[in-house]
């Protein structure tokens, strides 16, 4: 089972600023399936990116999702007030399981 | 427009059984994917089933050990949880979640999800 390690733990930032969150895989994703959500305090998670790189529905383009193999990065370029939330990385595909990272908070600073 | 509602959720002793549902709406039901994951309160996401769109496939996350079963009625646009011989670590909010059409097995609509407590 891949194990998805999301790092930092909880990061603060000022609306504005860039957001960069990571994501490291246990062993290298094929076909980059990994997924960012955004979950806020009592609602459920929202679908940000797919494959790696490619925005969901309805998602503004200030949200962008980089890497491959063992590395992906979720950025966000500038920050705005909705945005501080907690975020999740998942490895999906074919076959299960799909597992998720442990999560980032993003906090004001 | 797209809904997810899930229902059945509630105080159960360990050991016994819950069966959780989830009524689909604003969407051909029958042809999509449908997951449950949970989420134990303030930790994060826990992926716990998956049924294909006609029922035919069934997958569970190892955790599980042949306690839960997925099912779902095309006819009533419902999904099922079947939760048996419960253990307090099976605490959590339970989501259903559909399929994304174009991202494979990730979820683009999630229920408000059903909290099921495991306690004595």
């Known amino acids: 089972e891949i194990v998805l390690t999301q790092s930092p733990g909880t990061l603060s930032l000022s609306p504005g600023e860039r957001a960069t969150l990571s994501c490291r895989a246990s062993?290298?994703?094929?076909?980059?399936?990994l997924a960012w959500y955004q979950q806020k305090p009592g609602q459920a998670p929202r679908l940000l990116i797919y494959?790696?790189?490619n925005r969901a529905t309805g998602i503004p383009d200030r949200f962008s999702g980089s890497g491959s193999g063992t590395d992906f990065t979720l950025t966000i370029s500038r920050l705005e007030s909705e945005d501080f939330a907690v975020y999740y990385c998942?490895?999906?595909?074919?076959?299960?399981?799909?597992?998720f990272g442990q999560g980032t908070k993003l906090e004001i600073k | 427009q797209v809904q997810l509602m899930e229902s059945g959720g509630g105080v159960v002793q360990p050991g016994r059984s819950l069966r959780l549902s989830c009524a689909a709406s604003?969407?051909?039901?029958?042809?999509?994917?449908m997951h449950w994951v949970r989420q134990v309160p303030g930790k994060g996401l826990e992926w716990v089933a998956v049924?294909?769109?006609?029922?035919?496939?069934?997958y569970y996350a190892d955790f599980e050990k042949g306690r839960f079963t997925i099912s779902r009625d095309n006819s009533r646009n419902t999904l099922y949880l079947q939760m048996n011989s419960l253990r307090p670590d099976d605490t959590a909010v339970y989501y259903c979640?559909?399929?994304?059409?174009?991202?494979?097995?990730?979820?683009?609509?999630w229920g408000q999800g059903a909290l099921v407590t495991v306690s004595s």
């Open positions: 049924i294909s769109n006609d029922g035919s496939k069934k």
């Open positions: 979640a559909r399929r994304y059409t174009y991202g494979s097995n990730t979820f683009d609509y």
């Open positions: 494959g790696a790189s």
């Open positions: 998942q490895h999906y595909g074919d076959s299960p399981p799909y597992t």
């Open positions: 062993q290298s994703l094929i076909s980059t399936f």
């Open positions: 604003g969407f051909i039901f029958g042809y999509y994917t």
